[in-house]
């Protein structure tokens, strides 16, 4: 069996005991730690072996150390960096990230958090093992659902499925998905898209945060702060969208304020994008907006579905042949109202299929997730 290298790049003989203690109690077998003193060192080690782990202890004045390192961890980028730090202020743990750490520990959490990371990187799925498929979910205006809606049809998709889905939350302004499942995390989307040249499934699925098993939650920069959320890098989008899809089967793409391009570059990636929009006067109007513009980049093709969502027969604003007119021959499906049995999910912030499995809005996600698992097959 190959075994999995970690290099450690430390002046300190406890923080040594301790990740070698660290790593005996991972559980992982075949695993090999070296230790080196100096960076000089440390950069000799990475260039003449192939290295799983790098841990680097970055002393007392860690933001300099850590600008230091950065050319030499740019030359190795398939090395997985973490970084031990006295604590995890925040200008650290963004310096550590901007040089391609995949986590930062305080040195008193080594001995109870590295097995855990070590056992979570080294079991992430190596790059291009997976040929995963999108489903992106547009929003035609607030309030029409498609963030509940993108949420419970990642829960249906994982559920007729063996393999984990992940929901990407791309809500710049509000970051609606973590705060429904109430999912907190430090990283997310603009971190694993922010540096090309590190953009990779590893990063993804180690940013990730875990809502339940099989389901996991890239997190919009408005869930980790608010008052500063920080910019998605959208220039990697392609790239970033390469590594969800090396890293997961399924992925949901939550993108409810998006602009045109961005828009199209997520339509013409995915296997099923759903236009979401309530029969209402804006509704159709801002949903015959983004058909046109995703007409007018090429990306309105066989795999653009208009979802006439929160249906009611007898009490929507504009009837359905209406609707279907003014929208042309875009392809149009309805999604029933259940307001009782999402309210519920919303308010206890729980998915729809464990607080309404009856619902038929349920039911018409579950039709969603055939569609998509349809289009998925002839992608």
């Known amino acids: 069996m190959t075994a999995n290298r970690i290099l450690l790049l430390t002046a300190d003989a406890e923080v040594e005991r301790t990740v070698a203690r660290a790593s005996q109690s991972s559980g992982l077998s075949a695993l090999e730690v070296d230790v080196v003193r100096s960076k000089g060192e440390f950069e000799k080690q990475l260039d003449a072996r192939s290295t799983s782990i790098a841990l680097v202890d970055v002393g007392s004045d860690p933001l300099a150390f850590l600008r230091s390192l950065e050319p030499v961890l740019a030359s190795h980028p398939h090395t997985r960096l973490v970084v031990l730090c006295e604590e995890q202020r ?18 008193p959490s080594v001995a109870s958090d590295l097995p855990g990371v070590l056992q979570r990187l080294l079991r992430a799925r190596p790059a291009a093992t997976v040929d995963g498929k999108i489903v992106t979910v547009l929003s035609a205006g607030g309030g029409s659902g498609s963030t509940t809606l993108a949420i419970n049809l990642a829960e249906e998709i994982r559920r007729r499925s063996t393999k984990d889905v992940l929901l990407v939350d791309l809500d710049v302004s ?3 998905a973590a705060s429904y499942l109430g999912v907190e995390g430090r990283f997310g989307v603009a971190d694993a898209f922010a540096d090309a040249g590190r953009i990779d499934p590893n990063l993804v699925s180690s940013t990730a945060c875990v809502y339940s098993e099989g389901f996991h939650l890239l997190l919009s920069p408005a869930s980790i702060d608010f008052s500063e959320p920080t910019p ?7 790239l970033g969208l390469e590594a969800c899809q090396g890293a997961y089967a399924h992925t949901v793409i939550d993108a409810p304020r998006v602009s ?4 199209a570059t997520l339509a013409r990636e995915s296997a099923l994008t759903l236009i979401v929009f309530q029969l209402n006067v804006l509704g159709v109007r801002n949903a015959r907006s983004i058909v046109a513009a995703l007409r ?27 609707a279907k007119k003014a929208l042309g021959d875009a392809p149009i499906v309805l999604v029933r ?10 308010n206890f912030g729980e998915l729809l299929a464990r607080v ?24």
């Open 90 to 107: 925040t200008e650290v743990v963004l310096e550590a990230m901007q040089v391609g750490a995949r986590h930062c520990l305080d040195k």
């Open 174 to 176: 509000f970051g609606g």
């Open 232 to 238: 998605i890098r959208w220039e990697n989008l392609e």
């Open 260 to 263: 045109p391009g961005i828009a």
């Open 296 to 322: 007018d980049r090429g990306a309105f093709n066989g795999s653009c579905l208009l979802v006439a969502n929160r249906y009611r027969k007898r009490t929507s604003a504009i009837d359905f042949g209406d």
């Open 337 to 346: 109202n259940d307001f009782a049995g999402a309210s519920r999910a919303v």
């Open 356 to 379: 309404a499995p009856r619902s038929p809005l349920r039911k018409d996600l579950f039709r969603l997730a055939e569609k998509y698992e349809q289009r998925s097959s002839e992608a």
